[in-house]
């Protein structure tokens, strides 16, 4: 089992940029594929971007590629979201989610683990 924290979130203006940060427990993170996933009033998670256990290949929504950029440092057991050029349409709760050895890393049925969330908001 996995235990994660994100922190990060906060109130910004359109156009700055934002990182996200996740920490996970236990020894194993190197075996998880790692996501963010958003929520925003209304409507459902979405995954934003992932990245893999095994190649440390990365995917994005179509809605924030060329913006965001999902990095992982297993030796902190640490997963990123750097936000840049946020739009309103950014303002969700966001999540980070692990999947041991996880291969549906573009739905958020993929991931097992869950944590608590981090609200982000842009103003235009």
């Known amino acids: 089992q996995v235990q994660l924290v994100e922190s990060g979130g906060g109130l910004v203006q359109a156009g700055d940029s934002l990182r996200l940060s996740c920490t996970a427990s236990?020894?194993?993170?190197?075996?998880?594929?790692m996501g963010w996933l958003r929520q925003a009033p209304g409507k459902g998670r979405q995954v934003v971007a992932a990245?893999?256990?095994?190649?440390?290949?990365?995917y994005y929504a179509d809605s924030v590629k060329g913006r965001f950029t999902i990095s992982r440092d297993n030796a902190k057991n640490t997963v990123y979201l750097l936000m840049t050029s946020l739009k309103p349409e950014d303002t969700a709760v966001y999540y980070c989610a692990a999947e041991e050895y996880g291969s549906s890393y573009y739905s958020p049925r993929g991931y097992g683990y869950w944590g608590q969330g981090t609200q982000v908001t842009v103003s235009s």
């Open positions: 236990g020894r194993t993170f190197s075996r998880y594929t």
């Open positions: 990245i893999s256990w095994s190649d440390g290949s990365t």
